[in-house]
């Protein structure tokens, strides 16, 4: 399968952002900020959603490795990051346990044998995918899932009023013709046939301003949890 449309603008962002500021800030900046306390937030939505030790996880999109750092530091898990920019995926291995594998890759598919995890999660990926690249990411996803395995995304959504935000942004640079990377919302009534089509379940949305997994805060995403039957 073809590149990401946007493979040069991340790779040229990450190596500005090393060039100009000292690499941990660097790595967080790229992963839009705040690297352990929203690694930790990531952790808790993945442990709400069933991951417990022992178990496999694929971190698609794991970027610098907030979520890989979390982990690291509570549970014994088997992990495998994937992401499209080298960089960051060297930076997460100093982050994160030895264990962990991490895999450059740059197709809609997903790099791991069937049936081989227990659950994949994509945070902010699919934020910036367009639809039917989503959807062949689902489809992969579903293939490597085992029977009862789950994955578990954040979106973005216009029914949630504090999303606008990122969409009025985004306007705003187009106006200026300072194209941006993109950002794309996605309904859940979209998410549901999608699932259908696929053969997920789905489990759960969970609003952004919600936080059921205990005393870590919101995501701001929405989380959506579907179930491979």
């Keep these: 399968m073809a590149e990401f449309h946007f493979v040069e603008d991340y790779e040229r962002l990450v190596a500005n952002l090393v060039a100009t500021r000292p690499i941990d800030e660097a790595m967080a900046v790229a992963v839009g900020g705040d690297f352990e306390n929203i690694g930790r937030i990531e952790r808790s939505v993945v442990r709400h959603a069933g991951l417990r030790d022992g178990m496999s996880l694929i971190d698609l999109g794991c970027g610098s490795g907030r979520l890989a750092w979390a982990l690291g ?22 982050r994160s346990p ?7 890759n740059r197709t809609l598919a997903i790099p791991a044998p069937d049936a081989s995890a227990d659950m994949v999660a994509a945070f902010s990926v699919f934020t910036h995918l367009l639809h ?11 293939r490597v899932l085992r029977p009862g395995g789950r994955l ?8 949630n009023p504090e999303h606008w935000l990122v969409f009025s942004g985004t ?3 187009q106006r200026k013709s300072e194209t941006p990377h993109l950002n794309q919302f996605i309904e859940r009534n979209a998410i549901d046939l999608w699932a259908t089509k696929l053969g997920y379940e789905r489990e759960a949305f969970i609003d952004g301003a919600d936080a059921p ?5 919101n995501l701001w995403q929405t989380v959506a949890i579907l179930r491979r039957p």
């Design 73 to 94: 530091q509570a549970m014994r898990i088997d992990y495998l990051g994937i992401d499209i920019v080298q960089a960051l995926l060297d930076y997460a291995k100093t």
């Design 132 to 142: 039917a690249e989503t959807y062949l990411y689902m489809e992969d996803i579903k």
């Design 171 to 173: 306007v705003e640079a």
């Design 213 to 217: 997994w205990g005393d870590a805060p």
């Design 152 to 159: 578990v995304f954040s979106f973005l959504e216009f029914a």
């Design 98 to 104: 030895s264990t962990y594998r991490y895999v450059l």
